[in-house]
């Protein structure tokens, strides 16, 4: 069995523009760019960037709510672009998702009892009995109790949704989950609370997460290791420590140097990026920061440049894509 949970060679999502009076196409949205990773079985992958950078269409792609436009997502060997609608459908329980907003992924017509019952009855798992004592194990699992089953969502706090949205994405013991900006619409008191039960879950039923979030502090709580995205590329893979502590690409030093603080003695040298973000609908030729970067040369307006590890490490301990970096 290999040590990867998954394997993603040449990921490319574009997104097509329709206008005109025919609404023929007149333009494509450059989301993700030729974007390659693997995932380690039982490991917190994070995934950083700014807004519009491809980190949700990057989550929303590897599970196939997306059909990527070119490229390989091999999950476990299999890959997921080949599958028909009846295979993807049976490989669905394994993966699974974790939603932002917490009352937005949960219809509020349902009883938090007809919400986690779903997953059973839509994989036939299990009869009437036994799919409620799963439900009510689900609702301890994250914190609940059972006097929750016939509440509607409306009912519980933000915090108590994101647990119901945590307890139906593990109902039927996922290998994969992606947690996209999972706490980032909770008050910073209870994003810690949700963090650690995250935690405790992957270590109790040897889950893998990819966590997507503009919070650089949340993904260093979590993560084994960090991918950095600008503009529909990956720029920066690294082990969260060595990441923090020794970052490569400018953008990277830009991303952490804006991290705030908490101690008014320590004075953060912070590395303001000029400009904003090129439009994915018309990207800069070659490297696609050099527009922003301090130490752009010719050579970046040109070539695009491929991420290569760093010294003597593995590609996958530490690796960038960036021309002065490579000197």
């Known amino acids: 069995m290999s040590d990867y949970l998954v394997e993603v060679k040449n990921l490319t999502k574009h997104f097509p523009i329709h206008g005109g009076i025919f609404y023929k196409q007149i333009g494509k949205v450059h989301a993700l760019n030729g974007v390659d990773f693997k995932i380690k079985r039982g490991e917190t992958l994070g995934v950083v960037g700014e807004s519009g950078c491809g980190k949700s269409t990057l989550g929303k792609t590897l599970l196939r709510l997306y059909d990527p436009t070119d490229g390989k997502i091999l999950f476990e060997g299999e890959d997921l672009c080949s599958l028909d609608k009846k295979q993807l459908r049976d490989k669905r329980r394994h993966l699974q998702m974790i939603f932002q907003d917490p009352y937005e992924s949960l219809n509020s017509r349902h009883t938090i009892r007809k919400i986690l019952i779903e997953p059973f009855i839509i994989h036939n798992i299990g009869d009437r009995e036994s799919r409620i004592e ?22 519980f706090s933000g915090g108590q949704r994101q647990r119901i949205g945590i307890a139906r994405a593990i109902a039927l013991q996922p290998k994969l989950i992606m947690c996209d900006e999972a706490v980032s619409a909770l008050d910073v008191s209870v994003q810690s609370q ?30 084994d290791r960090i991918i950095v995205m600008y503009l529909g590329h990956i720029v920066e893979i690294a082990d969260a420590a060595e990441i923090y502590k020794n970052p490569q690409h400018p953008y990277t030093k830009a991303l952490l140097s804006s991290i705030p603080v908490p101690d008014p003695t320590v004075r953060n040298e912070k590395q303001i990026l000029e400009g904003d973000i090129p439009s994915p609908q018309n990207p800069p030729p070659g490297c696609t920061f050099h527009t922003r970067c301090p130490l752009a040369t010719e050579r970046c307006k040109k070539e695009i440049p491929r991420l290569k590890a760093i010294g003597n490490q593995s590609a996958d301990v530490h690796s960038a894509a960036c021309f002065e970096v490579e000197k």
Request: charged share 25%; net charge negative; proline share 4%.
């Open 194 to 223: 949700v963090l650690n039960l995250l935690v405790d879950l992957q270590n109790e039923m040897n889950l893998t997460y990819i966590f997507i979030s503009h919070d650089l502090s949340v993904v260093k709580h979590v993560s």
């Open 134 to 155: 799963e439900v009510k194990k689900l609702l301890k699992r994250v914190g609940l109790p059972e006097s929750s089953l016939d509440r509607f969502p409306h009912e």
